[in-house]
Structure formats: structure tokens, C-alpha cells
């Protein structure tokens, strides 16, 4: 086979292999953003992050209703706590993506790509 060629097909697998070993970390970082509470399921993100702060910063501290990912009103007894739980958890997530992340981007081939430990 032509240098050329092999050497593009190389380039193009890696260029596969990244692009998919960006995106599962990215899903799993997504995974981790999930906070479960009183039955209920709550992907974070800023907007729910801000909207949280928002209230207690308005004085709502104890019984706030708030709607989870179904759209089905929670009652959250102390949303301090809340505020805190899902802040660290947007922080660890956010941390360990940055890791791998990192990781990822010192790989500079195929093999190394796909015997990356996640």
C-alpha cells in the first residue's frame, strides 16, 4: 500500500477513535449529573444550578416545590441541602471529566486510544 495512503488511513482512525472516545466520556460526565431525591430524578446543569440559588438567595429555604425531569412537582424539605448535594456533584463530575479529558488529549495513537483505562 502507498505511504501516503496508509498513513491517511491512520490519521482517519484516529481521528474516529478520539471523536468516539470524546463522546463516551462526555455521556458518562452526563451520567454523573444525575442527583435521585425523594424518588425523583434530577439531571443538574447551570439552569438548575442558578435557578436553586436564585431561591434561597430569595429567602425559600424549607418545603420547595420544584419539578424534576418528568415534570412531576417534588417537594424538597431543605433546599440548602439540596443546593449543596448537587453542587458537589456538578463539581465532582465536572472535575473527573476534566481528568479524562486531559487524559485523552496526550494520546497520540490508535492503540493508545482504545487501551486508555476509563
Do not use: C
Request: zero cysteines; aromatic letters at 10%; glycine letters at 4%.
Amino acid at each position: 500500500m502507498d505511504e501516503r495512503l496508509e498513513k491517511a488511513l491512520k490519521i482517519g482512525n484516529l481521528m474516529v477513535t478520539l471523536a468516539d472516545q470524546k463522546r463516551m466520556l462526555k455521556e458518562k460526565f452526563l451520567e454523573n449529573l444525575i442527583y435521585y431525591t425523594n424518588g425523583s430524578q434530577f439531571n443538574i446543569n447551570k439552569e438548575l444550578l442558578t435557578f436553586v440559588n436564585m431561591l434561597l438567595s430569595q429567602g425559600h429555604e424549607t418545603d420547595v416545590v420544584l419539578l424534576d425531569d418528568n415534570s412531576i412537582p417534588v417537594e424538597i424539605a431543605d433546599l440548602a441541602e439540596f443546593y449543596e448535594n448537587i453542587l458537589n456533584l456538578y463539581f465532582s463530575a465536572s472535575n473527573e471529566y476534566l481528568i479524562k479529558y486531559s487524559e485523552l488529549k496526550k494520546r497520540r495513537t490508535v492503540e493508545g486510544l482504545i487501551n486508555h483505562n476509563e
